[in-house]
T-cell receptor, first 111, second 112 residues
Framework: TQLLEQSPQFLSIQEGENLTVYCNSS?????LQWYRQEPGEGPVLLVT?????EVKKLKRLTFQFGDARKDSSLHITAAQPGDTGLYLC???????????FGQGTTLQVKP | SQTIHQWPATLVQPVGSPLSLECTVE??????LYWYRQAAGRGLQLLFY??????ISSEVPQNLSASRPQDRQFILSSKKLLLSDSGFYLC???????????FGNGTRLTVT
């Protein structure tokens, strides 16, 4: 069974601080996606990484896919209160489109 | 552009009552369709997915069932709700293959 371990589960920081969220597995994924979810809404895709070692940047967010395609990280620079939310990583395996989701990281950025 | 509609947004039902949650997608053809359940502030558990009309795969044994009567319609049902069925239910669609998921805004179900 493929599993994605996401850490930390909760993170409360002050505005302006940096943070990193990790997503780890013993399984290889063909791609990995990061989503952000606000209360009462569905998750929204932030980025998809496909190639081992790939790095993608989205403004202050930097996403990295591990060389072996088993892990990924999300780094936020100078966090803002608007970054508050639940961050989910999800790995894709076969061709069915079924994703394996991590347990999520709840981020709170205090002004 | 593609849109996904899920309703109702909230639902309170007594134990033993039936359930029907509906999800429709517009602006795309032959999507993969999914039903997920999410515990508060946690990850998503895949309940059902469908790659075509009448094709339903169940991921976990449970008190729920799913149907896909039309290409862009996905329904989550139960004949008799249990307290443990309470949760946040999310419908999603994707293009074929490993394309990203597009989620609806969810249904908060409370079984009392």
């Amino acid at each position: 069974t493929q599993l994605l371990e996401q850490s930390p589960q909760f993170l409360s920081i002050q505005e302006g601080e940096n943070l990193t969220v990790y997503c780890n597995s013993s399984s290889v994924f063909s791609s990995l996606q990061w989503y952000r979810q606000e209360p009462g809404e569905g998750p929204v895709l932030l980025v998809t990484v496909v190639t081992g070692g790939e790095v993608k940047k989205l403004k202050r967010l930097t996403f990295q896919f591990g060389d072996a395609r088993k892990d990924s990280s999300l780094h936020i620079t100078a966090a803002q209160p608007g970054d508050t939310g639940l961050y989910l990583c999800a790995g894709a395996g076969g061709n069915t489109g079924k994703l394996i989701f991590g347990q999520g990281t709840t981020l709170q950025v205090k002004p | 552009s593609q849109t996904i509609h899920q309703w109702p947004a909230t639902l309170v039902q007594p134990v033993g009552s039936p359930l029907s949650l509906e999800c429709t997608v517009e602006g795309t053809s032959n999507p993969n369709l999914y039903w997920y359940r999410q515990a508060a502030g946690r990850g998503l558990q895949l309940l059902f997915y469908s790659v075509g009309i009448g094709q339903i795969s169940s991921e976990v044994p449970q008190n729920l069932s799913a149907s896909r009567p039309q290409d862009r319609q996905f329904i989550l049902s139960s004949k008799k709700l249990l307290l443990s069925d309470s949760g946040f239910y999310l419908c999603a669609w994707s293009a074929q293959g490993n394309s990203p998921l597009h989620f609806g805004n969810g249904t908060r179900l409370t079984v009392t």
